[in-house]
């Protein structure tokens, strides 16, 4: 397991002070988890929670399957059976499976877990049977650390349903001791007459990647490949499919919609920016590692973090992997905005505009709710406090595999990588510059979060795993999943549909 050197921290401030001096107590030598951290004061820090008593009470969790998410998960209900008497019990649960897990019950009135952990675009689905976070939270100073827009990710129309427990979006990983090496560049130039650099758009990337692949190029006797991409149908690849789009598709000057026109709500799936986009993504096809074509998140984060490819652009867990102390890449990984584009499909004029373009992309994170209708919530929401908590929050942030992301404007200090992690400071510095840019950009993607948002991501997998496949073309696919958006709009109900829309086009349109 990772471990981690100390440092205190003031959180009525937001401020993280370090220590020179490994600070032990009492509750980092009975968990191990925080042993250089120590406890950190807070309301719910380990002191405050092993002053509640829920013995005799039992607290139930569904979550995601181990590792991402669901160990950190277990690992906290474990302590939190220790501080407080309490019994948790955690299921676990595939991906795919985590919506119908929670929705299929609430839709039948019951409540069979008291906490559920999901997407956050879950929420315009899941929210009315979803008890608001109490003010006491709140109010709290770490909850007033929480980002802006992660407080927007886990709210909706002002009330917060989601307990913020992670914080994604998607960025570029590449191999620093590769794109920065004067002699690989040497090489590069005289292969290729290009210059080798941090891909500025994905038509670079695909060049730089297929070079790349399947050649040993840092010399560990194992043949390396060009990048690691979550592509399996269902687990995840729409979200990969969204990155690879914004460059193209999410035009500064055509405000009002990314997935849909909001006025109309007609797709904007199937317009030449997607399609552009997907064409890249089969390009991506010949420059994967063996069997890369089926990679989920976890093949994604091992890939990568463990040194296989030369870049990877999901969430931050691969980064994390591949910077942990017992990986034979730390400090010879980059962090870097996604990947751009030369053109940018202006759907107003229905024209490409020759300009360069970025966007970033803020990705659904992990969230997490408590059912309406439990009637442990006082205890649930301890727990999920618990879990974010300063010393879990500074210990989890470490472990790649576990899937808990920076959502605290104090994450992004880069003095918390260098002096508690052991990252080169030139590394600490870009990565959480490239995270805090994203939360300053103008022209950025939210998740999808309207009625049916399952069947509109669900649609988006079968289309393109179809155009990976080489079953339809990249246009052909992405009009058949265009007729299927059309369909569902249809079944839920435009309007429905629209008003939902409308709040996650605000926060696109910097309107919220």
């Not at 608001?132 to 407080?151: L, W």
């Not at 650099?197 to 670079?204: D, F, G, M, S």
């Not at 472990?399 to 992004?412: A, E, H, L, Q, T």
Request: with cysteine; net charge neutral.
């Amino acid at each position: 397991m990772k471990t981690i050197k100390t440092f205190a921290t003031v959180l009525l401030s937001g401020l993280m002070v370090f220590s020179p001096v490994a600070y032990a107590d009492k509750w980092s030598d009975q968990f191990p988890h925080i042993k250089a951290t120590g406890d950190i004061p807070g309301m719910c820090s380990y002191e405050e929670i092993s002053k509640k008593d829920y013995s005799g009470q039992t607290l139930k969790i569904n979550t995601h399957a181990i590792p991402v998410m669901g160990e950190p998960t277990a690992l906290h209900a474990e302590q939190f059976e220790k501080l407080t008497g309490a019994k948790v019990e955690v299921t676990h649960t595939p991906a795919g499976d985590l919506y119908s897990k929670a929705m299929v019950p609430f839709q039948a009135g019951q409540a069979p877990y008291d906490i559920v952990f999901g997407f956050s675009n879950f929420i315009n689905d899941w929210k009315r049977y979803l008890a608001p976070v109490p003010k006491k939270y709140m109010n709290s100073p770490e909850m007033k650390d929480v980002t802006k827009s992660h407080m927007g990710v886990s709210s909706w129309d002002g009330t917060m349903y989601q307990y913020p427990v992670d914080g994604d979006r998607h960025y570029l990983k590449y191999r620093k001791d590769v794109i920065d090496n004067p002699e690989m560049q040497k090489k590069y130039k005289a292969d290729t007459g290009k210059e080798l650099r941090v891909p500025r758009t994905w038509k670079e990337y695909g060049e730089m990647a297929k070079y790349f692949n399947d050649w040993d190029w840092d010399g560990d006797g194992e043949k390396e490949y060009g990048s690691a991409e979550v592509m399996k149908k269902d687990d995840l690849m729409f979200a990969a499919f969204f990155s690879r789009s914004v460059a193209y598709a999410k035009n500064p000057r055509t405000p009002g919609g990314f997935f849909f026109d909001l006025e109309t709500m007609k797709p904007n799936i199937n317009n030449p920016g997607f399609v552009e986009a997907l064409t890249d993504w089969v390009e991506a096809t010949k420059y994967v590692p063996p069997g890369g074509t089926n990679f989920g998140l976890g093949d994604e984060i091992g890939s990568f973090g463990g040194g296989q490819t030369l870049f990877s652009f999901s969430w931050d867990d691969a980064f994390i992997a591949a910077m942990q102390d017992d990986s034979p890449i730390k400090n010879k990984v980059g962090a870097a905005p996604l990947p751009g584009s030369d053109r940018v499909w202006n759907r107003a004029s229905n024209s490409w505009e020759n300009q360069f373009n970025q966007a970033p992309y803020i990705v659904w994170g992990w969230a997490v709710g408590v059912a309406k209708k439990s009637k442990v919530k006082d205890m649930a929401f301890d727990y999920l406090c618990f879990f974010s908590n300063g010393a879990n929050h500074q210990a989890d942030l470490a472990i790649g595999r576990f899937g808990v992301n920076p959502f605290k404007n104090s994450d992004f200090d880069p003095n918390i990588y260098i002096n508690s992690m052991g990252w080169d400071p030139e590394i600490a510095n870009s990565y959480t510059k490239t995270l805090l840019d994203m939360e300053k950009s103008n022209n950025r993607v939210f998740p999808l979060r309207v009625p049916g948002v399952f069947e509109f991501t669900s649609a988006v997998a079968t289309g393109t795993s179809k155009a990976l496949a080489g079953q339809l073309s990249p246009q052909a696919a992405l009009d058949e999943v265009a007729k299927e958006w059309e369909a569902i709009v249809s079944r839920v109900g435009k309007k429905a549909v629209q008003k939902a829309y409308a709040v996650g086009v605000k926060m696109e349109d910097n309107k919220l």
